[in-house]
């Protein structure tokens, strides 16, 4: 992630766990995850305290809907959410840059927005699963 100038780590941390997929069809799905989420040791799949929960909820992020390259030239494609773990996301459509892209590896960046009150633009590099 981009503050400004200064590249952090994102919200995630920088040990995640994801999978980013694009089929023919038109349809993306991306799901990331801090690896060393805490569990919440009940054994119930509905437990958890309103603490434990909210930090699952930070440490995860996932959204699936339509996607379309805009424009090969400038390299953009966007995503149009139509379910998403953060329920603002759903029906929005955002623009990714795709910054590379190879056989194994593909970087998008975010257009700047706003997260927890600072203008940021998201980096994320993802690599091919075999």
């Known amino acids: 992630m ?6 952090k780590p994102v919200p995630l941390g920088t ?8 089929n023919p069809d038109g349809y993306m799905c991306f799901t990331a995850m801090s690896a ?3 569990k919440f040791g009940s054994g119930d799949r509905a437990g958890g305290t309103i603490e434990q929960r909210a930090t699952a909820f930070e ?6 809907g339509r996607y379309e390259v805009v424009s090969e030239q400038d390299r953009i494609i966007t995503h149009a959410f139509e379910v998403s773990l953060t329920p603002d ?3 929005q459509t955002e ?3 795709v910054k590379e892209i190879s056989a194994d590896k593909l970087t998008l960046e975010t257009i700047p927005h706003v997260l927890k009150g600072q203008q940021v633009v998201g ?3 993802y690599e091919r699963v075999r």
């Open 2 to 7: 981009q503050i400004g100038e200064q590249k």
């Open 15 to 22: 040990d995640i766990i994801g999978f980013i997929m694009y």
């Open 36 to 38: 060393n989420r805490p």
């Open 59 to 64: 440490s995860y992020r996932s959204t699936c």
């Open 89 to 91: 996301f759903t029906g």
């Open 95 to 97: 623009k990714r840059i």
């Open 123 to 125: 980096i994320w590099t």
